[in-house]
């Protein structure tokens, strides 16, 4: 193989990066939405963990400590969330659409220093012998650290719900928080660390944007991802793996808008931007047709408020 990938591993690639943020995301979310509690300001937890570890990369230098500190960033913001909707008991759905604006002000006011600055880049990581594989060696085995960790963390997070007690205990607060709390398990501590968890996650989403996707601050540059992860969370139906098919397909849609006018498909650029949240709509209304699918997998709590009787 030349030293020049071909062009079909360079539009993959191009998948992958895309596609790798709308998994943490995505991810983070469904644990959230499992344990009973929707989220809706993933995109402004995201922004919030994208202008934090750019500005300490920019800071410091110090790649792993900047991505601790956008995976931070993500969740102080959802421990905001979860305060205000678990210990104060406000609306999930207002306050989480609060939080998106929250983060995206807050985001452009913090980076307003950074627009401009450029970075490196996340370093790769070759793994040995199996990267100089034909195709599959820079497909699967050149990236950096968080494409690995995200395909890491789809059987990691299934294993953990579908294989062992503390799986179990989230998915039966999420079906069912008072049955829950008369077995004796702490609803809102559950529902406290699944938000968290999934802070985390968008944390990190926003870090892989700045840090590895585009390689610089851009006010607002989540573009609505935010919103497409909490689409693919009703897309996979609340199940990791779907999740991650989802986001590939997703990822694909989104490089297909930047390929298509390169290969001489000639449609507007402004008809091109919107595919993938035509997509989105799309999609969803499609799911909407199998209310039965739907209905045997959504947590039967997402989005009640809990009120603990003792």
């Not at 999420?174 to 802070?199: E, K, M, N, P, Q």
């Not at 897309?235 to 999740?243: E, L, R, S, T």
């Not at 297909?256 to 949240?277: A, D, K, T, W």
């Amino acid at each position: 193989m030349s030293d020049d990938p071909s062009t079909f591993v360079l539009i993959a690639l191009t998948v992958i990066t895309a596609a790798t943020p709308l998994v943490f995301a995505a991810m983070g979310e469904l644990v959230t939405e499992r344990s009973g509690v929707l989220n809706l300001g993933v995109e402004g937890m995201m922004l919030a963990g994208a202008v934090s570890s750019f500005l300490c990369v920019h800071l410091t230098g110090n790649a792993p400590l900047s991505l601790l500190v956008g995976t931070a960033a993500g969740i102080v913001m959802a421990l905001l969330f979860g305060f205000l909707t678990l210990s104060l008991q406000a609306s999930q759905v207002a306050t989480g659409l609060a939080l998106t604006i929250f983060g995206t002000g807050l985001s452009a006011l913090v980076g307003q220093s950074l627009i401009g600055v450029a970075y490196e880049g996340l370093p790769k990581l070759s793994v040995p012998v199996l990267s100089d594989i034909p195709t599959l060696g820079p497909l699967l085995f050149q990236h950096d650290v968080l494409v690995y960790g995200s395909w890491l963390l789809v059987p990691a997070v299934a294993y953990f719900l579908n294989r062992t007690r503390g799986g179990l205990v989230l998915r039966a607060v999420g079906d069912s928080h008072d049955a829950a709390h008369a077995l004796g398990y702490r609803v809102i501590r559950v529902r406290y660390l699944a938000t968290l968890f999934g802070g985390a996650c968008s944390g990190l989403a926003g870090a892989y944007l700045s840090m590895a996707y585009a390689p610089m601050w851009v006010e607002n540059m989540s573009a609505g991802r935010g919103w497409i992860a909490l689409a693919l969370v009703v897309f996979a139906v609340w199940q990791p793996g779907w999740v991650l098919f989802g986001a590939y397909l997703f990822g694909g849609i989104t490089i297909l808008q930047l390929h298509g006018q390169g290969i001489g498909i000639n449609v507007p650029s402004q008809l091109m931007s919107m595919l993938p949240y035509i997509t989105t709509i799309v999609v969803l209304v499609l799911i909407s047709l199998d209310q039965g699918r739907v209905r045997r997998n959504a947590p039967a709590a997402i989005g009640q408020a809990f009120h603990p009787t003792t």
